[in-house]
């Protein structure tokens, strides 16, 4: 049941969903698990809830990126940086973690499952490497959209994005940025999650770019 829960959950996002894909996403559902009792790496550990709690949640937000440089800030357990990165092999993806047990997760996740494309930075977003440019910078539980972008903004390469996703209306949220910031508010549809979920994407005012 589970499989299956996954591959429907997965179609209905208009994603691929062959056996392969949603065996290694699986096969980082149960790393996620294991170490997660161990590490605090998710309050959610109960491997059928994680399914759309996790891996659909996270992607949801594929349709949304732009470009094929994505940077996942704050990434914590891998989310949303992980599942992206295994149904989107041509896309490079670097995870920014600056707590070095839950880094170390990344590293052995990418490494346990062959993720060629994932790089694992050990730092704040702040302190992410000179020049560091993404197409997207994402996050799925950074805190306020103010704080992601004061933050992550210097990471968005020209013609980039913030990402962020949302449960809540973020209406507040996206106010409180004022107009240096344009956003989209995206509802978004989750198979197995009751109640709606938001991805907010932002781009510099015009003036800004």
Same mark, same amino acid.
């Given at each position: 049941?589970? *499989?299956?829960?996954?591959k429907?959950?997965? !179609?209905a996002?208009?994603?691929?969903?062959?056996?392969?894909?949603?065996?290694?996403?699986?096969?980082? +559902?149960?790393?996620?698990a294991?170490?997660?009792?161990?590490?605090?790496?998710?309050?959610?550990? !109960? &491997?059928d809830?994680?399914?759309p709690? $996790?891996?659909?949640?996270? %992607?949801? %937000?594929?349709?949304l990126?732009?470009?094929? +440089?994505?940077?996942?800030?704050?990434s *914590?357990?891998g989310?949303?940086?992980?599942?992206?990165?295994?149904?989107?092999?041509?896309?490079?993806?670097?995870?920014?973690?600056?707590? /070095?047990?839950?880094?170390?997760? %990344?590293? $052995?996740v990418? +490494?346990?499952?062959?993720?060629?494309?994932?790089?694992?930075e050990?730092?704040?977003?702040?302190?992410? &490497?000179?020049?560091?440019?993404?197409?997207?910078?994402?996050?799925?539980?950074?805190?306020?959209l103010?704080?992601?972008v /004061? @933050? @992550?903004?210097?990471?968005? /390469? &020209? *013609?980039?994005?913030?990402?962020?996703?949302?449960?809540?209306?973020?209406?507040?949220e996206? /106010?409180a940025?004022g107009?240096?910031?344009?956003?989209?508010? %995206?509802?978004l @549809?989750? $198979?197995?999650?009751?109640?709606?979920? $938001?991805?907010?994407?932002?781009?510099? *005012?015009?003036?800004?770019?």
């Amino acid at each position: 049941m589970t *499989g299956a829960t996954l591959k429907t959950g997965v !179609e209905a996002l208009g994603l691929d969903a062959d056996s392969a894909l949603c065996d290694r996403l699986l096969a980082y +559902r149960d790393e996620l698990a294991r170490w997660g009792r161990v590490h605090n790496l998710t309050s959610v550990l !109960e &491997p059928d809830r994680m399914i759309p709690v $996790h891996l659909l949640d996270s %992607l949801a %937000l594929a349709p949304l990126v732009r470009g094929q +440089r994505l940077a996942d800030v704050g990434s *914590g357990g891998g989310l949303p940086g992980i599942p992206l990165a295994i149904v989107r092999p041509a896309w490079s993806v670097t995870l920014i973690e600056p707590r /070095a047990k839950r880094a170390l997760f %990344l590293e $052995h996740v990418a +490494r346990t499952l062959g993720l060629a494309n994932v790089i694992v930075e050990r730092c704040r977003a702040e302190d992410a &490497p000179a020049g560091a440019r993404y197409d997207t910078v994402m996050t799925r539980a950074f805190g306020t959209l103010a704080e992601f972008v /004061a @933050a @992550a903004a210097q990471l968005r /390469a &020209p *013609g980039g994005c913030l990402l962020a996703a949302k449960g809540r209306d973020p209406a507040a949220e996206v /106010a409180a940025l004022g107009d240096a910031w344009c956003a989209e508010v %995206l509802p978004l @549809a989750i $198979h197995g999650i009751e109640g709606r979920r $938001h991805a907010v994407r932002l781009a510099p *005012g015009a003036a800004k770019e």
